[in-house]
């Protein structure tokens, strides 16, 4: 009788194994974000006294920046769709200060390592216009996602950081990183330095 209710028993684990094994494994739903419509690339040009002008896309905002470490011909560009700034500051250069400036807006992009899981850096020269860069991405969730610099390598020094007014995700940020990466390089290549 024993081994009868043992055999039973085996019987029934057997037969209950598979059925509590058919449950499916819960996979979490990969998290989504919002639709962002991009406006149409239109591009005006940036005139004032500043001692540079640039085409700059018609649905972002340029003003002279008023913080209380601003100096003359440093403005924002303001992407109010996307509640982002490009912080535009402005040097006069000569040949002892030009490796200054290089080695400030270096320490700058440095400090955005920590979070950066990269930094690519790009080049531009025009020789026509006397106009000199480099564009650097920072991959990953840093603050800046973007920061360039341009200069004349004798009188001029322009550098330009973006930044985004919210905690950065790439993953949330990256179309419209994109977009306005295309509008900084159109800045870039537009971009003429007043005589």
């Keep these: 009788m024993k081994k009868n209710n043992l055999l039973y028993f085996l019987l029934f684990l057997v037969l209950l194994l598979p059925m509590a094994s058919c449950k499916k494994a819960s996979v979490p739903k990969p998290r989504g974000y919002f639709r962002i419509d991009l406006p149409e690339k239109k591009y005006v040009l ?22 209380s470490y601003s100096e003359p011909y440093w403005i924002n560009i303001f992407f ?65 996602a973007i920061q360039f610099i341009l200069t004349d390598s004798t009188t001029h020094f322009f550098r330009g950081a973006l930044y985004f007014n919210e905690k950065p995700n790439k ?22 330095w007043k005589k």
Excluded at 117 to 131: G, L, M, P, R
Excluded at 171 to 192: C, G, N, R, W, Y
């Design 171 to 192: 993953d949330s940020i990256a179309p419209v990183l994109q977009f306005i990466q295309k509008d900084i390089i159109h800045l870039i290549e537009t971009f003429q």
């Design 80 to 144: 109010p769709a996307f509640n982002a700034d490009i912080n535009v500051s402005y040097k006069m250069v000569n040949d002892t200060n030009l490796s200054k400036y290089l080695d400030e807006s270096w320490t700058l992009l440095q400090k955005h390592n920590i979070k950066a899981e990269a930094i690519k850096d790009s080049y531009f020269t025009d020789t026509s216009k006397k106009v000199y860069g480099v564009l650097y991405e920072l991959k990953g969730n840093a603050a800046s």
């Design 46 to 67: 940036y005139e004032s006294d500043c001692p540079y002008t640039f085409e700059y896309p018609e649905y972002a905002i340029v003003v002279k920046d008023t913080g």
